[in-house]
């Protein structure tokens, strides 16, 4: 008995061609494998494509449109403000307070990430040797990682207050200091202290990554470097910081992200001041919208982030396709 193929659509179609395949007269037709894929796949992401829209795009637009319009809050209330053209981000480059606060958040960030490195990188090769309490310590280490940023600020302020901080009867005790230094309410030690408890927060990061870092340096090449005659400078400068060099780049690149829009920790320990001297960036942007309620003139100051995080970005993408680049070449 034969079979009738004169129903059958002319030339071949596979599964995997991408077309749908007639069921037959009237029937509708079936996606095909490849198809039926990518449409599981976009509809798989599509939560997260809706997440990144609401959570991120929707915001960054809608504060880039603030900082071009003169706004106040009632303007805030109907959506709706004058156009202000470039007034709000002349304002920012006229303002004396604003351009502190750049400053404030590039000394801010330069001395934080300086004290980060130092203090994580000297611990990260004390966790390296041998001794005991080493695993009690590396799991103690992460505890200021753990604590929320405004956690961490109430902590600091009752650490260096005037009157009965630990700080002051400590170096009183020691012979350090004779009277109790104000340390939170003087201009010339307010950032610095602000900056102390930065890098106690961040130095765990630090510690980490380049703890495992470490870990990574093969054994082989820092006993030919011994045997070659290398002290323990050399082998650091020569042999490992090389090594781990691509580490180096990107710890030191998320550390920037991260500094560079502290806030909460500034908030609690001094909340901008006294007379402004710790004021940065997202501090006072805070304080022009919902304090001043400058809305417009805040958002352009967090426009400033807004391009460093456009600069970083791409940034962080290089540095890491570099280091992989290099390790795999390394590897083979």
Known sequence: MKRDYAGAAPGPASAGSGAAVALGPGSPPRLSLWRRQRLA????????IAYL??????PIVYNVMLSFEQTSPATIAHFTAPFAGLANYRFILGDPTSRTAIIHTFEFTAGSLAGQFIIGFALALLFTLRFPGRTLGRSLIIVPWLLPLIVTGVIFKFLFQLEGGAVNQILMDVGLAHQPIDWLDDPHLALWTVLIANIWLGVPFFTLLLYSALQDVPVEVKEAALMDGAGPWQRLRLVIVPIILPVIEVTFLLGFVFTV????????????????????????????????????????????????????????????????????????
């Open 53 to 58: 829209l609401f959570a991120f795009a929707l």
């Open 41 to 48: 796949g976009w509809l798989f992401l599509t939560p997260a």
């Open 261 to 332: 829009k502290v806030f909460d920790l500034v908030i609690g320990l001094t909340g901008g001041g006294p007379a402004n001297a710790t004021q940065l960036i997202t501090t006072w942007s805070y304080n022009l919208s919902f304090q001043v309620f400058s809305f417009g003139e805040g958002a352009a100051l967090n426009n400033v982030l807004l391009v460093l995080a456009l600069i970083c970005s791409p940034l962080y993408l290089l540095l890491s396709r570099g280091s992989l680049r290099r390790s795999s070449g390394a590897a083979g």
